[in-house]
């Protein structure tokens, strides 16, 4: 079994930043692919970054520029750094892993709060 723990949300100005975290454990390899997804409120859930095993990373175009994604395969986490935080960026986010394959299995977190504010 794999979990996932998110952490690092929390409530911020505009033009705040955060930094979130991912701990994963239990059997999870290097290979499988991870992301953030975030969800407001009446919204679908969508992707925010997704990062392969071998580094190479995509980013929704309303977050380039503003948040990174990256990954510490040694410790099984990861990290979502985000800057210029605007109120649209208000949501729920999760960290999400696969493993890879026809019978592919999905992991979810619990979901960390991002409130952006004055």
């Known amino acids: 079994q794999v979990h996932l723990v998110e952490s690092g949300g929390g409530s911020v100005q505009p033009g705040g930043s955060l930094r979130l975290s991912c701990e994963a454990s239990?059997?999870?390899?290097?290979?499988?692919?991870m992301g953030w997804y975030r969800q407001a409120p009446g919204k679908q859930r969508e992707l925010v970054a997704g990062?392969?095993?071998?580094?190479?990373?995509r980013h929704a175009n309303s977050v380039k520029g503003r948040f990174a994604i990256s990954r510490d395969n040694t410790k099984n986490t990861l990290d979502l750094q985000i800057d210029s935080l605007k109120p649209e960026d208000t949501a729920v986010y999760y960290c999400?892993?696969?493993?890879?394959?026809?019978?592919?299995?999905?992991?979810w977190g619990q979901g960390t709060q991002v409130t952006v504010s004055t």
């Open positions: 990062i392969r095993g071998n580094g190479t990373t």
């Open positions: 999400h892993t696969r493993s890879p394959g026809w019978a592919g299995v999905d992991y």
């Open positions: 239990g059997s999870i390899f290097s290979t499988y692919d």
